[in-house]
């Protein structure tokens, strides 16, 4: 994993999981166990679900710089056949709270999100590969002849 790479996964999973904490107490306080269970699911769910695609893109980054977008998107269709799954496994579960669950995975979504954006906007990374650009390549006004 790239060392900006690694910095992302820090940048997000580290304010989610200590939102993912606030409303497992939240949750706690206003449903009881089957709320702080439902809370602490959704938690774990969104944490391993945006990780595995940092790691997945990450992972294709190095193989082939065109092996990016097809690792965002098979690994968000993963995720997404996954949840389905998921959701048609439990859908009658009562051992947890499912608006706790549910309110959970919204919020720690958002705070992900978001703690990301910040971590990208923070990083110094070039978005010019200046090893590409050659003497030959490059052309000033006065090079070009009429």
Request: proline share 4%.
């Given at each position: ?6 910095r992302?996964?820090?940048g ?9 904490a ?5 949750a706690?306080?206003l ?11 959704g938690?774990?769910t969104?944490?391993?679900?945006f990780?595995?695609?940092v ?18 998107v098979?690994?968000y ?11 048609a ?7 947890w709270?499912?608006r706790a ?5 919204v919020g ?11 971590t990208?906007?923070?990083?110094k ?9 050659s ?12």
């Amino acid at each position: 994993m790239h060392t900006s790479d690694a910095r992302m996964l820090r940048g997000a999973a580290i304010p989610s999981a200590l939102a993912g904490a606030i409303a497992i107490v939240a949750a706690a306080l206003l449903a009881g166990a089957k709320g702080a269970f439902g809370a602490g699911l959704g938690t774990v769910t969104v944490l391993v679900f945006f990780s595995v695609s940092v790691v997945a893109v990450s992972y294709a980054s190095r193989v082939s710089p065109q092996l990016m977008f097809a690792a965002a998107v098979f690994s968000y269709i993963g995720k997404l056949l996954v949840m389905l799954a998921l959701v048609a496994a439990f859908s009658d579960a009562t051992a947890w709270n499912p608006r706790a669950f549910a309110f959970t995975v919204v919020g720690v979504t958002i705070v992900w999100l978001g703690a990301e954006i910040r971590t990208t906007l923070k990083a110094k990374q070039l978005y010019v590969d200046p090893a590409s650009t050659s003497d030959q390549n490059v052309h000033t006004p006065a090079d070009r002849s009429p």
